[in-house]
């Protein structure tokens, strides 16, 4: 089947405006990850669901970053009042069981976000 | 300080060379350790996924070495080909309260030239 798939690829927007990503993960999955990447760095821990719930959103910057997974399949990240600052491509990954050690993550492509 | 220092940050090297890229971590408790390929404008793809017992593990011509008392790890890639030019990502994940943590390195970031 698809691989992680995440819209849109790019999303330009306003500083104090809000966004929503989508992530699409590889059916049957159970846990799915949300990191954000700056340039030249290395993934950065967003928040990770198991099923539905979040099981760890210790990453989240601050109350503008949530994240949902209602039915455990999809999940949305929504940034309200945008700040440049988190201009940056926001990678979602899926893995079969659950448990970061556990299984290997499969990334999407990505979403370029550029807050003007 | 970042808890996963990966040398060098950029490489450039002449197709058909070997070369090895290295990853210093001090996270601890250690659970196992990842190498991640990560072309321009794609999401991270897995290479290799070694626990604290493995020394050495190969997928093709990419070999990872780990050494768990110095911390430290290698990704050797042999007979180099332009396709190789990526970001080498270097991932620890580590035991944590809310289960397990992945940490991640900054990447070297490998050319390869024709």
């Known amino acids: 089947g698809a691989g992680v798939s995440q819209t849109p690829s790019n999303k330009v927007t306003e500083k104090g405006k809000y966004v929503e990503l989508r992530c699409d993960p590889i059916?049957?999955?159970?846990?799915l990850y949300w990191y954000r990447q700056s340039l030249g760095q290395g993934p950065e821990f967003l928040i990770y669901?198991?099923?539905?719930?979040?099981?760890?959103d210790s990453g989240l910057p601050n109350d503008r970053f949530f994240a949902v997974r209602p039915e455990g399949s999809v999940s949305t990240l929504k940034i309200q009042r945008t700040e440049r600052g988190d201009s940056a491509v926001y990678l979602c990954?899926?893995?079969?069981?659950?448990?970061?050690?556990?299984?290997?993550?499969?990334f999407g492509p990505g979403t370029r976000l550029t807050v003007l | 300080k970042n808890q996963v220092e990966q040398s060098p940050q950029s490489l450039i090297i002449l197709e058909g060379k070997n070369c090895t890229l290295q990853?210093?971590?001090?996270?601890?408790?250690?659970?196992?350790l990842r190498w991640y390929k990560q072309d321009t404008g794609r999401g991270p793809v897995s290479l290799t996924i070694?626990?604290?017992?493995?020394n050495t593990k190969s997928n093709g011509r990419y070999t990872a070495t780990l050494d768990a008392d110095t911390k430290q790890s290698s990704l050797h890639i042999t007979a180099s080909q332009l396709s190789d030019s990526a970001s080498y990502i270097c991932?620890?994940?580590?035991?944590?309260?809310?289960?397990?943590?992945?940490?991640f390195g900054g990447g070297t970031r490998l050319m390869v030239k024709p």
């Open positions: 990954a899926s893995s079969g069981r659950g448990g970061p050690w556990s299984d290997t993550q499969y």
């Open positions: 059916s049957g999955h159970t846990a």
């Open positions: 669901f198991q099923g539905t719930g979040a099981a760890d």
């Open positions: 990853c210093n971590y001090t996270v601890s408790p250690f659970s196992n």
């Open positions: 070694m626990t604290f017992s493995e």
């Open positions: 991932v620890v994940s580590v035991k944590n309260n809310a289960g397990n943590m992945l940490t």
